[in-house]
């Protein structure tokens, strides 16, 4: 069974560009999870999706905002990047009708803002 | 809101060793779920162990094993005869279970990097 994927896995971008980043979940999933792992940091929680809408939000700016499709893959959108922007974006996924309450996360994507 | 505290930033043991590291939560609910997630320098979070607050009998999952003092809000990861491959970060993690919007996310502690020498 495949696990959770995310594309790409090492991103650098420039200060002011915009970034999306894919994830998709471990079929039969439908909850999506986005964290962000800054340097020297815990895991943040930015976003959760489920069945398609968002459910809840972490405290990080509107220019971070993401979708689920229905097949239940994500995106998430960085815009206007900064440079305290750089991080590692885990995405991670959950549920379906097995209603799994831990998550399984993805390898992540390596974003470097210059 | 939950808070997760790791209080070893780092750890370091011989191969073989017993190894425990230390994590404290806090919360209002009275049930929830915890976690210890691995993250080795692959990048990747690995799930290693759960607890389901409900249960009273600590989680074992071959050589890793939890401590879970509900009362004291204590969820210690115990690891026995450790093995380069356990090298890593470790994460300890709080989640409420419920379908109320927003109540499925994981809450992470700081965590504490292990280093298992040879």
């Known amino acids: 069974e495949a696990g959770v994927t995310q594309s790409p896995t090492h991103l650098i971008k420039t200060r002011g560009q915009q970034v999306t980043l894919r994830c998709s979940p471990i079929s039969g999933h439908t909850s999506v999870y986005w964290y962000q792992q800054a340097l020297g940091l815990g895991l943040q929680f930015l976003l959760w999706y489920d069945e398609g809408e968002e459910r809840n939000r972490g405290n990080f700016p509107p220019r971070f905002s993401g979708r689920q499709f229905p097949n239940y893959s994500s995106e998430l959108n960085v815009n206007a990047l900064e440079l305290e922007d750089s991080a590692l974006y885990l995405c991670?996924?959950?549920?379906?009708?097995?209603?799994?309450?831990?998550?399984?996360f993805g390898q992540g994507t390596r974003l470097t803002v210059v | 809101a939950q808070t997760v505290t790791q209080s070893q930033p780092e750890m370091s043991v011989q191969e073989a060793e017993t190894v425990t590291l230390s994590c404290t939560y806090d919360t209002s609910e009275n049930n929830y779920y915890l976690f210890w997630y691995k993250q080795p320098p692959s990048r990747q979070m690995i799930l290693v162990i759960r607890?389901?607050?409900?249960?009273?009998q600590n989680a074992t999952e071959n050589r890793f094993s939890v401590n879970f003092q509900k009362a004291a809000k204590s969820f210690s990861l115990k690891i026995s005869d450790s093995q380069l491959g356990d090298t890593a970060m470790y994460f300890c993690?709080?989640?409420?279970?419920?379908?109320?919007?927003?109540?499925?996310?994981?809450?992470f502690g700081q965590g504490t990097r292990l280093t298992i020498n040879p």
């Open positions: 991670a996924s959950s549920g379906g009708r097995q209603r799994t309450n831990w998550a399984f």
């Open positions: 993690a709080f989640m409420k279970p419920s379908l109320i919007q927003g109540a499925q996310k994981l809450v």
């Open positions: 607890q389901e607050a409900y249960k009273q």
